[in-house]
């Protein structure tokens, strides 16, 4: 009777465990959704963004921009997949069990575990082995009167940078010095530490200014 017991107790211990992890995958796969809307459709590109609202804006959400935003979708999307290796873990036996009915032939069914399990891994790692296609773009504004804003324009394209980085680690990355972007940007020298996004919100620049900042210097050094 104890056994029986226990048995049925760890039954029901289960249950809860597997319920909870499916819904945890539910409230983890509408954000993960969300998120990708909001990066597609809210905060634009340049490409997109630059003819509706201007080209001297970043688009931003909570004080975050779609760079940081899909740091953030990246993370839920790796919990998601933990979530989701769990729960195979927990079924482990009826799914075998329903792939071996749906597959007839023991060879057959071997056969499509591995295809599908290689398909899976291959999708999960292809990122980590691809290069970038670089392809030449036509400018999207012609003829403009002020060179400030073509040599802006110019820097948008060529330089990466994002809130998540501080202004030491952006220097450092383009070969600038640190207090150089400072002076321009307005910004303290003791600040370089800071992040870029705190920095913007306190300075009020916004990420273009730093982009033409290391333009500038960079010429001024070359």
Same mark, same amino acid.
């Given at each position: 009777m104890?056994?029986?017991?226990?048995?049925?107790?760890?039954?029901?211990?289960?249950?809860?465990? %597997?319920?909870? /992890? !499916?819904?945890?995958?539910?409230?983890?796969?509408?954000?993960?959704?969300?998120?990708g809307f909001l990066i597609k459709y809210v905060l634009f590109s340049g490409i997109q963004r630059n003819p509706i609202y201007g080209n001297n804006v970043e688009l931003e959400f909570l004080g975050l921009s779609r760079h940081e935003w899909?740091?953030?979708?990246?993370?839920?999307? /790796?919990? #998601?997949?933990?979530?989701?290796?769990?729960?195979?873990?927990?079924?482990?036996?009826? /799914?075998?069990?329903?792939?071996?009915?749906?597959?007839?032939?023991?060879?057959?069914?071997?056969?499509?575990?591995?295809?599908? /399990?290689?398909?899976?891994?291959?999708?999960f790692s292809f990122p980590l082995f691809v290069k970038p296609e670089i392809v030449a773009k036509e400018a999207l504004h012609q003829n403009r009167n002020n060179n400030t804003h073509s040599e802006s324009h110019h820097a948008n394209e060529e330089y990466e940078v994002n809130g998540s980085?501080?202004?030491?680690?952006?220097? !450092?990355?383009? %070969?600038v010095p640190a207090i150089k972007i400072a002076a321009d940007l307005n910004v303290p020298e003791s600040m370089?530490?800071?992040?870029?996004?705190?920095?913007?919100?306190?300075?009020? #620049?916004?990420? !273009? !200014?730093?982009?033409?900042?290391?333009?500038?210097?960079r010429r001024q050094i070359k």
């Open positions: 104890l056994n029986k017991t226990m048995t049925k107790q760890k039954v029901i211990d289960k249950s809860k465990l %597997n319920l909870s /992890i !499916d819904m945890l995958l539910l409230l983890l796969m509408m954000p993960i959704a969300g998120i899909g740091t953030i979708h990246l993370f839920l999307s /790796i919990t #998601f997949l933990v979530l989701l290796i769990l729960h195979i873990y927990f079924h482990w036996k009826m /799914i075998v069990t329903i792939f071996r009915r749906m597959i007839p032939g023991k060879s057959l069914c071997y056969i499509s575990a591995f295809l599908l /399990i290689a398909f899976g891994l291959l999708m980085e501080t202004l030491q680690f952006v220097a !450092d990355k383009y %070969n370089t530490g800071e992040k870029l996004g705190r920095l913007k919100k306190q300075y009020s #620049f916004i990420m !273009d !200014d730093v982009r033409y900042s290391i333009s500038k210097n």
